[in-house]
Structure formats: structure tokens, C-alpha cells
Nanobody
Framework: VQLQASGGGLVQAGGSLRLSCAAS??????MGWFRQAPGKEREFVTG????????YYADSVKGRFTVSGDNAKNTIYLQMNSLKPEDTAVYYC?????????????????WGQGTLVTVSS
């Protein structure tokens, strides 16, 4: 699976951004978004199960971020609203062949290149 993430940028606090992640190659059961801020470990943001569309969110983004998938395009999206400076990070999309959404980055088999999101105060 090859993953190509896009959509990052600079936005003011309270603003919105939408990230995209296009997958090609072998299919995966679960895709997710992670983020890594400078000096911090990579953390889970959200995940989606292709079959059925079930989603899961980290508490820190619940109610502000929405993940969705387009099966026809093999692409997932991350709509980020009400952005805060603490959302600033490199955002990575990831995919795993397992059937459950898992919070640990080590459980994911494939990773995109990352896209930088900067939220100014």
C-alpha cells in the first residue's frame, strides 16, 4: 500500500483544514491519522474501518475533527475544525491490514509521508 497525504498548511486558531490521504496498491482494512508535534511522540488522532465506516477519535479531537472515506477513490479525509495551536504537528496517514482500529502506531503497516499543519494563535 502506498499512501499520499496532502492538505496541510498554516491556519489561524479557530480555522479549518481538510487533509486527504490517497491509498494505492494492496487494500487495507483500517486507515488512520496520527500526528507528531516537535519533541513529542507520534499520537493517534482518528481511525476508520473501511467495511461499515466505523470510526474512533482521540479525546483531544472529538467533536472538532471528522474522518471520512471514499471507497471509489480509496481515499480518506480528515476535516479539522476549530483548530487550536496545540493541534500543530506533522500529520501522517497510516493503514493496517488488521480489522480493528488500534491506537498504537506500531500496529500500522503502511505510512504516508506526512503533511505539516500549523495553527497560529
Amino acid at each position: 500500500v502506498q499512501l499520499q497525504a496532502s492538505g496541510g498548511g498554516l491556519v489561524q486558531a479557530g480555522g479549518s483544514l481538510r487533509l486527504s490521504c490517497a491509498a494505492s496498491g494492496r487494500t487495507s482494512s483500517v486507515m488512520g491519522w496520527f500526528r507528531q508535534a516537535p519533541g513529542k511522540e507520534r499520537e493517534f488522532v482518528t481511525g476508520i474501518i473501511w467495511s461499515g465506516g466505523r470510526t474512533y477519535y482521540a479525546d483531544s479531537v472529538k467533536g472538532r475533527f471528522t474522518v471520512s472515506g471514499d471507497n471509489a477513490k480509496n481515499t480518506i479525509y480528515l476535516q479539522m475544525n476549530s483548530l487550536k495551536p496545540e493541534d500543530t504537528a506533522v500529520y501522517y496517514c497510516a493503514a493496517r491490514t488488521g480489522v480493528l482500529i488500534v491506537l498504537s502506531p506500531s500496529a500500522y503497516d503502511y505510512w504516508g509521508q506526512g503533511t505539516l499543519v500549523t495553527v497560529s494563535s
